[in-house]
T-cell receptor, first 113, second 114 residues
Framework: AQSVAQPEDQVNVAEGNPLTVKCTYS??????LFWYVQYPNRGLQFLLK??????LVKGSYGFEAEFNKSQTSFHLKKPSALVSDSALYFC???????????FGTGTRLLVSP | EPEVTQTPSHQVTQMGQEVILRCVPI?????FYWYRQILGQKVEFLVS????????KSEIFDDQFSVERPDGSNFTLKIRSTKLEDSAMYFC????????????FGPGTRLTVT
């Protein structure tokens, strides 16, 4: 069965510092990997995805993520955090041939001024 | 930019009542989904819908749930007889094609069952 783990419930970082939000996955085939962000009282907004090719993918708002097949990880990163990045971040996986996204439990990012 | 919309934003209902949650997917999208998020928990897949039929569903999506695309624009989730544990945020999503595109999510409907 597919599963996604986000080991940190919350990540705290000061504005201007780099941030990392961790995600590991467990699937039996080739995964498509996604990051979504959820602001208060809003739906899930797509940030970026890994399908194939370059292991470093760039997305919206300056975010990027690195796919590491040997470590089965897909950590979200940003070189310089903004207070406005504070939100709930979800990692998700989808197997080829299947429709559903399987989400992690989410990581709350708090960026302090 | 086109977006998925959902109505109502908040629905309060009594246990045993039927509810219908409504979604308007992005107009040229072909695949439609419902997910739910119980407060403080992760987002869970309920059902996917393509070509006027269910293409995949989870174990959560039992006989109490049904989906319909009654016209060319709306996509609905019906819960026949609500239970307390159905209280959650329900998200609709749509997808243009089955290739590895991202799903676009609506803002959600918060369902409270009392």
């Amino acid at each position: 069965a597919q599963s996604v783990a986000q080991p940190e419930d919350q990540v705290n970082v000061a504005e201007g510092n780099p941030l990392t939000v961790k995600c590991t996955y467990s699937v039996s085939g080739n995964p498509y990997l996604f990051w979504y962000v959820q602001y208060p009282n809003r739906g899930l907004q797509f940030l970026l995805k890994y399908i194939t090719g370059d292991n470093l993918v760039k997305g919206s708002y300056g975010f990027e993520a690195e796919f590491n097949k040997s470590q089965t990880s897909f950590h979200l990163k940003k070189p310089s955090a903004l207070v406005s990045d504070s939100a709930l971040y979800f990692c998700a996986v989808r197997l080829t041939g299947f429709q559903k996204l399987v989400f992690g439990t989410g990581t709350r990012l708090l960026v302090s001024p | 930019e086109p977006e998925v919309t959902q109505t109502p934003s908040h629905q309060v209902t009594q246990m045993g009542q039927e509810v219908i949650l409504r979604c308007v997917p992005i107009s040229n999208h072909l695949y439609f989904y419902w997910y739910r998020q119980i407060l403080g928990q992760k987002v869970e897949f309920l059902v996917s819908f393509y070509n006027n039929e269910i293409s995949e569903k989870s174990e959560i999506f039992d006989d109490q749930f049904s989906v319909e695309r009654p016209d060319g624009s709306n996509f609905t989730l019906k819960i026949r007889s609500t239970k307390l544990e159905d209280s959650a945020m329900y998200f609709c999503a749509s997808l243009l094609i089955a290739a590895p595109s991202e799903q676009y999510f609506g803002p959600g409907t918060r369902l409270t069952v009392t």
